[in-house]
């Protein structure tokens, strides 16, 4: 067989090939692009206008500040599921770990042993409802800079969030 010939069927057998990635292997930047888009609509139909977002593994933060408001919004088993915390309603926010007794040294060996760490801001409402948790991470860190990260992230948030929150007036008689 003729080498050009050859080279032309091998070459279109490639861009073929390279054609349909996109169709066969989901790609990280549609699924995001995906959950903004479904943010930003839950949050149109909410009359809520997001001044910053936060991007997480499966999940978008959407943070209205003019309303006082966070939406959540996580993809769940095929579905979306959207929930809302009003800023109003909360007196606390903290961020809570289940490894609030980590050191610097202990954190490698429980990196290197792929163990469960669990970062998250926790709600407390003034009405003493069930507090609500945003859960950044849990699942088995693959990194101590992974970690450090979404840490840095959580306790960023925790900040912005805790000023946003009004003090409580107490009425003495």
Known sequence: MNPIATFLIFLSIASFLYALVPFVVPSSKKRMESLLKKLSRAGAANHLTFCSQEILN???IGIDGI???IMILE??????????ISLDDVHDCQLVTNSSL???GSLKKIVEDNAAITVALQFEFNNHMQPVSIIFTNGIIN???EF???KAKAQYWCAMFSKM???Q???RA
């Open 58 to 60: 499966n999940k978008v």
């Open 67 to 69: 309303h006082r408001k």
């Open 75 to 84: 993809k769940v088993k095929g579905g979306y599921q959207s929930s809302i």
């Open 102 to 104: 980590i050191t610097r």
């Open 143 to 145: 990194s101590k800079k």
């Open 148 to 150: 450090e990260f979404l």
């Open 165 to 167: 929150l009004t003090p």
């Open 169 to 171: 007036m107490e009425a």
